[in-house]
Each structure stands twice: as C-alpha cells, then as structure tokens.
C-alpha cells in the first residue's frame, strides 16, 4: 500500500514534466514573438519618432503652431471628450441591463453591441451619410431647421461614438456576470436602495474594468480614421482630426510635419499602455489580496 501511495502521487508531477514543451522549443517560439514585436511594432514606432525629430525640435515644435494642426488637435480632443462620457454611460447601462436583469431581447442587445467588431468602419460611416446626409432619409427635414450633422463635427462624434461604444460594455459585461448579484442582494435586504447599491457595492467591485474600459475607448477615439474619414468631408481647419491631417500633409509632401502629428498620437498611444499595464497590475493586486483575505 505504501509503494502503491507513492506511486499514484508522484504520477501527477511525471505526467506535468511530460508535457512541459523541450527547452529549443520554447527559446523558438520567445524568439520569433521577439522578433515579430521589434520589427513589427517597435522599429516603425521608433521611426516615427525619428522623422519627427530629424530637423530638429524647433521644427517639431513649429509643426504644431500651424492653424490646421491647431485645429486637428482641438477637434480630436473635442471628439474624445464628448464621446468616451457617453460611452461610459452606455457601457455601464448595457452591463447592468445584461448582467443584473432577464428580458426579452437581450441576445439582441449582446449582438448589437458586438456590431462595430464586425462591420467595418468606412461602412458604418456610410451608413450615417445615409441618414443625415442632404440626400439621405432624414437630410431634407434637418435641413429645414438648419441643422448640419455631416461633414461636420457632430457627425464625427456620432461615427467614433458608433466604433467605440463597445469597448466599456465588452469589459464590464464578463466581470460583472462573474461577480454575481449576492452582494447587490445584501445589500438591498439592509435597506440600500438602488443608486446607493450601485455606487457603494457594484461600482467598487467593477471600477478597475471600468478604467480599462475607458483607456481603450480614448485610443480608439483619438486614432480613428475610417468612420471619421467619411464623415468629415476633410475639411481643412474644421473637420480634420489628427488622424486624417496627418494623412493631408504626408499626401501634400509635408514629410516632417505628418511625422511630427504622427508622433503625438504615437506618444499618446504608449501613455494609453502604460495606463493600461497599470490597470492591469492594480487589478491582479486586488485580485490576490481578495483571494489571500
């Protein structure tokens, strides 16, 4: 019986030594990772920033005085500010709505949100053309009343609105159906009432995907290109984001002035990692203190 014992336990750990991947393979697989990071994603970011500082940082700095880039800069913060709230405030709806409750639709409304992964972002631009366009279904009556959505800024918010929103109820919707509703109950029972089980109990639990929900909607917002592209009309000093005045002045030879437009958004991107890894770290944290209490 004692050899049998010994036997039956110390099969697990031959069994886990059998399935560990040989030592080439693994340094193989590190390497090609390696490899397909820095030539993929590190060196054309490191050249971004050396065309951007090649002539100097007074040109670099020079670059942004310009009243077009001014502009692109204002709308696209502007464009970000707007929408990002309001996705905030969707994202935490939807996961409420799709988490706390049972109703008719509600696949529906889980397929919905999933929509901008699928389609592409020229075509939901498209699609609001057709709407708020002069010749679209509802152009003629906004018309009437002078409103102008298309090739405008409000037409820009509603297509980064359209491409981001589901980045805050995609990372809400999984943690929150994990956590459950026993505490949301309890609290109910001692007399909490519904605003106060939220923000005491349910927004604590849920803040850290909340963050990171809103880190990756802000990046998206601020690089966005195909919606806004349609949706613009590219209008210099008034409807051009960053992104696509970058695109104006690479295409009129402005080499140095795109890479320096270029490099702000690339800057911003990497303060949006190094949010997101820090995110990422307080949530672990929390994740094993919870864990270990």
């Not at 990071?37 to 970011?45: D, Q, R």
């Not at 935490?92 to 389609?119: C, E, H, M």
């Not at 702000?264 to 203190?289: C, D, G, M, P, Y």
């Amino acid at each position: 019986m004692p050899g049998t014992v010994s036997r039956l336990s110390s099969t697990p750990f031959q069994n886990r030594a059998g399935l560990r991947d040989p030592l080439w393979l693994r340094l193989l697989l590190i390497t090609l990772a390696l490899l397909f990071v820095t030539f993929v994603l590190g060196l054309p970011l490191i050249l971004v920033f050396r065309y951007a500082f090649r002539e100097g940082w007074g040109v670099w700095v020079a670059s942004f005085t310009d009243y077009d880039a001014l502009s692109a800069i204002r709308l696209t913060l502007l464009t970000t500010t707007v929408s990002v709230p309001l996705n905030v405030i969707f994202g935490l709806s939807a996961a409420w709505a799709i988490t706390k409750f049972q109703f008719r639709g509600k696949n529906l409304l889980i397929t919905l949100i999933d929509l901008p992964f699928a389609v592409s972002p020229v075509i939901a631009g498209l699609i609001f053309v057709l709407l708020f366009g002069n010749r679209g279904y509802l152009g003629p009556w906004l018309q009437e009343y002078g409103i102008r959505i298309i090739f405008n800024t409000p037409g820009i918010i509603l297509a980064t609105i359209f491409v981001t929103f589901p980045f805050v109820a995609r990372e809400l919707i999984p943690l929150m159906q994990t956590q459950g509703n026993e505490e949301e109950y309890a609290a109910l029972s001692l007399g909490a009432g519904g605003f106060q089980t939220f923000f005491r109990v349910t927004l604590p639990n849920i803040k850290w995907a909340l963050f990171y929900g809103v880190i990756l909607c802000n990046a998206r917002a601020m690089g966005e290109f195909g919606a806004v592209s349609v949706v613009s009309g590219h209008i210099r000093g008034r409807t051009n984001t960053m992104p696509l005045h970058i695109e104006v002045l690479y295409n009129d030879y402005q080499t140095t002035a795109s890479f320096a437009m270029a490099s702000l958004l690339a800057f911003l991107a990497v303060v949006t990692l190094i949010l997101k890894s820090l995110v990422e770290w307080h949530s672990s944290r929390n994740q094993i203190e919870n864990t270990e209490s």
